[in-house]
């Protein structure tokens, strides 16, 4: 068994946690930041390798879902938590997107399906406190918790950049290259596929009901856990 499945087992197994609905919130929040930190370890070990066999596996992962804008969100930071590219193709099949996450192959499994695992359980939630996650109360519950994880994300990749309470320095400095180089090849990769990319137009959302949006920004504090896209021609995807 290569290295990137044995990493890749293990890492299923935390994500099999993570989807344990008998797991507590803390446990679940422990399973991600344990694939997180394998990935991290695995992505810097593969750095220090020669030139030639840094060349393992890349591919692109794809699973059709949410298509609201808030899921397009939620792949978009979970992608970057995992060293991946996401972007989204839209299915013209009412509420449904195929998204893309496009890295290493133990990246780019990790990213879909905790991608997977988040969107069904924030409508679960959004279906319990409020019937529906497409009501105007619903959506706003999911938009709330939505952007408390990406700030989280956000949290964890600005920690990745500092060295502190003793961490050493040259490993903080070792991962914002493996992440700058990741990104480089996964570009590369889009482009060698013929695949482009174009950045959408934000547009401001003034429906949200403040009751429940603050509802999910509180609840977005304990889900386990990385600009909008959309499709504009044969193999043109809109990214955020």
């Known amino acids: 068994m290569t290295v990137e499945l044995k990493v890749l087992e293990r890492i299923k197994k935390m994500l099999a946690l993570g989807n344990d609905s008998a797991a507590s919130e803390g446990e679940r929040e422990n399973a991600l930041r344990m694939a997180y930190n394998l990935l991290a370890k695995h992505n810097l070990s593969m750095n220090d390798l020669p030139g030639d066999e840094l060349n393992e ?48 192959v133990s990246n780019s499994i990790t990213a879909l399906s905790m991608s997977e695992y988040l969107i069904k359980s924030i409508k679960r939630e959004a279906t319990k406190r409020y019937k529906s996650p497409t009501s105007p109360e619903g959506r706003s519950f999911c938009v709330g918790t939505v952007n408390t994880i990406r700030s989280r994300v956000q949290d964890m990749l600005r920690k990745d950049s500092e060295a502190t309470d003793g961490a050493a320095p040259g490993n903080a400095l070792v991962l914002v290259a493996v992440r700058k180089r990741e990104t480089e ?52 995807k809109l990214l955020n």
């Open 185 to 236: 090849l996964n570009d590369q990769w889009l482009e060698d596929a013929g695949t482009t990319l174009a950045t959408a137009k934000p547009r401001a959302d003034n429906s949200l009901r403040a009751g429940a949006y603050y509802d999910g920004k509180s609840y977005g504090k304990s889900v386990s856990l990385n600009q909008q896209m959309g499709h504009t021609g044969s193999r043109t």
């Open 57 to 104: 596996p890349r591919e692109k992962q794809e699973t059709t879902v949410s298509a609201d804008k808030w899921a397009r969100s939620l792949a978009h930071s979970i992608a970057d938590l995992f060293f991946c590219k996401y972007f989204y193709q839209q299915t013209h099949t009412s509420g449904k997107d195929r998204h893309f996450f496009v890295g290493r």
